[in-house]
């Protein structure tokens, strides 16, 4: 089985910057692609991020510029680098990831979310 675990969440003022980290552990022969969602109160999931293994990224509109996603391979860690946040950032923030098991099966797994919270 394989776990996500998310943290770095917070209370920050508007303009202020956090780092989320999502740690994956468990037996698995590899991760491709992960990526960071997020989910306002009253809100669907939304996208914030994707990287792919090789360090490819892809961003939603309303955070290009401001966050920054990178990862770890060797230490099979996400991050979200998020800079000039705003209130309308405050949300639930997930990890997401495509793990690929001993099987050879590619599963896709998400973590229990960090809160980040923006205050104006």
């Known amino acids: 089985q394989v776990q996500l675990v998310e943290s770095g969440g917070g209370l920050v003022q508007a303009g202020g910057s956090l780092r989320l980290s999502c740690a994956a552990s468990g037996r698995f022969v590899s991760i491709n692609d992960m990526g960071w969602y997020r989910q306002a109160p009253q809100k669907q999931r939304e996208l914030v991020g994707t990287i792919t293994s090789g360090g490819s990224t892809n961003y939603a509109d309303s955070v290009k510029g401001r966050f920054t996603i990178s990862r770890d391979n060797a230490e099979n860690t996400l991050y979200l680098q998020m800079n000039s946040l705003k209130p309308e950032d405050t949300a639930v923030y997930y990890c997401?990831?495509?793990?690929?098991?001993?099987?050879?099966?590619?599963?896709?797994?998400w973590g229990q979310g960090t809160q980040v919270t923006v205050s104006s």
């Open positions: 997401n990831a495509d793990v690929r098991s001993y099987n050879y099966r590619l599963q896709n797994y």
